[in-house]
């Protein structure tokens, strides 16, 4: 039973306290009550007994006024396909259906990539199922928003296994930088935009399928460019020089999302300025 003193405060859990977008979500609801929840506490959340776990856990610690960020994920794609589906997909699953009876705002997220369908890209492939169970919890009236985003950068460290990383290590350790012919089409987003925007659509009580897009999306090529001229480093990009190893989006048909009220940072410039920061 939540006591009715709780109910008129709402709280904000980050299941995956650790993770850049935290960060921003902290700020943004700073004057809510927020409850972190890191690794050591969630990993025993993923097995298929785990709803009293669960249960136990946000006992008079939650109401229908809580908002429940789950952004625990493995995004590493060449990480083991069990080890990435556990995360990604049992863990929001074993959550929403666990605390059904208090039916809380719920957010979970994904990638825009969920759209090209079939995947074998681990991650995305993750992501995709995890929509479309998504999908069906929703017509139960449960209060689930799943935002599907695009490239995020501007918290910490890049990671290395990702476009912005191999980026950032190539020229900070001065090495060449492989990669594919850069056709492929993104969209990088700072973390505070993309949380800002989140937000809006939570406060007008938004449930389903909704893309953070902003139609600023860009071949990868072109980005690498940029960043490399601005560190005055050409000479150690090397395109063509690598092949694709997951599918990829080649066509720049991005839309804005008309919903999203706030102009996001300029790509190029956002991102020459925070890789300067940490470089």
């Known amino acids: 039973m939540v006591s009715d003193n709780l109910k008129m405060e709402r709280s904000i859990f980050i299941i995956g306290a650790s993770s850049k ?9 700073s004057e809510d009550k927020i409850c972190d929840v890191y690794r050591d506490t969630y990993t025993s959340w993923i097995g298929e007994n785990s709803q009293n776990i669960i249960q136990t856990f946000f006992e008079n610690r939650i109401s229908n006024n809580s908002i429940i960020f789950i952004t625990a994920a493995i995004l590493n794609p060449k990480t083991p396909f069990q080890e990435v589906f556990d995360m990604n997909y049992n863990l929001p699953v074993n959550i929403i259906e666990s605390l059904t009876e208090y039916n809380p ?28 169970k998504i999908e069906s919890l929703i017509k139960k009236n449960l209060r689930i928003t799943h935002f599907r985003l695009h490239t995020l950068y501007g918290k910490g460290y890049p990671n290395e296994f990702m476009f912005l990383g191999q980026i950032f290590y190539a020229i900070k ?29 939570l406060d007008n009580e938004t449930s389903g399928i909704v893309e953070i897009t902003f139609g600023n999306g860009m071949a990868i090529k072109d980005l690498a460019i940029k960043i490399f001229d601005f560190f005055e480093k050409s000479e150690l990009l090397k395109i063509g020089s690598k092949n694709l190893d997951f599918k990829e989006k080649f066509q720049n048909d991005y839309k804005k999302n008309e919903d999203i009220k706030i102009d996001f940072k300029e790509p190029i410039s956002g991102i020459t300025k925070y890789l300067k920061t940490i470089i």
């Open 173 to 201: 350790n001065k090495t060449d930088f492989h990669m594919s012919s850069g056709e492929q089409i993104r969209e990088y987003h700072h973390y505070d935009d993309v949380v800002s925007s989140i937000n809006t659509f």
């Open 21 to 29: 977008l935290s960060q921003s979500i902290r700020e943004i609801y």
């Open 105 to 132: 705002r719920i957010v979970t997220l994904g990638t825009i990539l969920e759209k090209l369908g079939p995947s074998n890209n681990n991650y995305v492939s993750s992501k995709i199922k995890l929509s479309t």
